[in-house]
């Protein structure tokens, strides 16, 4: 049997399928974007190679994108309004937008200690991610509730994350 040979779209399409489904899916909380866009820390070089790949793919909310325009509103960061709306575009840029859960669904899931943090842990079940990266300390405790493990997603540090990559 002869087969005939891909087409450039043919492959392009395979490449994407196999780039998609290789990709992990991570949801960052907001500590971790201050690093990322705001100080530019070279400790989230991983993240940025992998995202840059293609092999990390970022959500965000509206919920998430609200919280970080009320951070970088904070005093001690002195950013002005046009400064605050780069980092905003530039936030959302790097991420893909996911819808909110649904009000019944959330009545279903653990609640943080912390009500701030609920919106992460809800983004990450919502969008299926494979990561939360925090460095806050309650959401990793809730994170290893069975509800989450049961799903897949890791919610742990971005040390934690880098030394689980192959």
Not at 9 to 24: I, N, P, T
Not at 27 to 51: A, C, F, G, M, N
Not at 111 to 132: H, I, N, T, Y
């Amino acid at each position: 049997m002869v087969t005939e040979p891909m087409s450039a779209a043919q492959k392009l399409v395979e490449r994407m399928s196999v780039e998609r489904d290789q990709r992990q899916i991570a949801v960052l909380d907001t500590h971790i974007w201050l690093e990322w866009l705001l100080w530019r820390s070279p400790r989230l070089e991983p993240l940025r190679v992998k995202h840059a790949a293609g092999h990390l793919q970022i959500l965000h909310s509206s919920e998430t994108l609200a919280e970080w325009r009320r951070v970088l509103g904070y005093p001690q960061f002195a950013q002005s309004p046009d400064q605050i709306d780069a980092l905003c575009l530039e936030f959302a840029e790097l991420t893909r937008c996911c819808a909110l859960m649904p009000d019944a669904e959330r009545a279903k899931l653990p609640k943080c200690r912390d009500p701030d943090d609920q919106k992460f842990l809800e983004l990450s079940v919502m969008g299926s991610a494979d990561w939360l990266i925090t460095r806050d300390k309650k959401l990793r405790k809730i994170g290893k509730h069975k509800a989450f493990k049961t799903l897949g997603l890791q919610v742990n540090t971005l040390e934690f994350y880098v030394a689980k990559q192959p």
